[in-house]
């Protein structure tokens, strides 16, 4: 089974976690991949968001994060970042991949609980902690750990770890 999240910025990025079954014992083991939303001359590639779903999906169940407007957010970057959503969610459409729309303060209640610090580096410590494969090497790769996050909150959910609200 994959799971996917979606972080749907330009910045954001898509985690893939792969789950493995074991026939013999039934424990599974858990691959990340982990891919920065694909870009082409400075704008979102709508045929390489398909692409990476496409090839993806095949027993797969995606979670994307809800476009809202954040306090201090301009027009224009906003705009530009509900573009992005809604091109995941028609690539998501098209790749007939099953998914679930989940708000921010949703799956951060659940996939943040008992972390401490503040902003990228709360969900960054906790990314690393579920996959300790995950070690950023530049900056801006923090902010990937939302992906992974989200990744993980669909697992948890289509396993029945937590319950949709």
């Not at 026939?23 to 920065?36: D, R, T, V, Y």
């Not at 960054?124 to 070690?135: D, E, G, I, K, T």
């Not at 909150?153 to 319950?163: Q, V």
Request: net charge positive; proline share 4%.
């Amino acid at each position: 089974m994959k799971y996917i999240g979606i972080d749907p910025g330009k910045t954001g990025s898509l985690a893939i976690i792969d789950i493995v079954k074991d026939i013999g014992n039934g424990m599974g083991a858990k691959g990340l991949s982990l891919f920065p939303v694909p870009i082409f001359n400075d704008d979102y590639d709508m045929r390489g968001m398909y692409n990476l779903l496409a090839s993806n999906k095949d027993n797969s169940f995606a979670v994307i994060e809800r476009a809202t407007a954040m306090p201090g957010q301009g027009t224009v970057s906003m705009f530009s970042f509900g573009r992005g959503y809604g091109l995941w969610l028609m690539a998501l459409t098209v790749s007939e991949i099953p998914f679930q729309i989940v708000h921010s303060r949703v799956w951060t209640k659940t996939m943040l609980v008992g972390s401490v610090g503040e902003g990228k580096e709360r969900g960054a410590s906790v990314a690393r902690n579920l996959f300790p494969q995950w070690q950023p090497k530049l900056k801006k790769e923090l902010q990937y750990c939302d992906s992974i996050l989200l990744a993980e909150y669909a697992r948890r959910l289509k396993e029945g770890g937590i319950n949709a609200k």
